[in-house]
Nanobody, 125 residues
Framework: QVQLVESGGGLVQAGDSLRLSCAASRRTFSSNVMGWFRQAPGKEREFVSG????????DYADSVKGRFTISRDNGKNTVYLQMNSLKPEDTAVYYC??????????????????WGQGTQVTVSS
């Protein structure tokens, strides 16, 4: 069974930080590109960040560059999203995603095979 389980969401104030975690089943995690998407109320899902299997390559949406950092610990089958300097416009449900090795780090939502259930991040002004 393929599983991605996110945690770490919550309610914070603008300027605060949060770290999201995504625990993956071994079958999902090994040799997979991992990433994060988000969906705000009334909006389409949008790419946030992606990371290669080795962790050596990353990509970010322009809206989060310089504020968010993606990382992974292959020994723990976990991917992280460190979010700093949060803004109200970062409010969304955040989804952990996985795709086969060799997939683009910033592919559209339809290219990602596996999705977690999502974790809510709310940033108040």
């Amino acid at each position: 069974q393929v599983q991605l389980v996110e945690s770490g969401g919550g309610l914070v104030q603008a300027g605060d930080s949060l770290r999201l975690s995504c625990a993956a089943s071994r079958r999902t995690f090994s040799s997979n590109v991992m990433g994060w998407f988000r969906q705000a109320p009334g909006k389409e899902r949008e790419f946030v960040s992606g990371i290669s299997w080795s962790g050596g390559n990353t990509d970010y949406a322009d809206s989060v560059k310089g504020r968010f950092t993606i990382s992974r610990d292959n020994g723990k089958n976990t991917v992280y999203l460190q979010m700093n300097s949060l803004k109200p416009e970062d409010t969304a449900v955040y989804y952990c995603v996985a795709a086969p090795t060799g997939s683009p780090l910033n592919g559209p939502s339809t290219w990602w095979n596996y999705w977690g259930q999502g974790t809510q991040v709310t940033v108040s002004s």
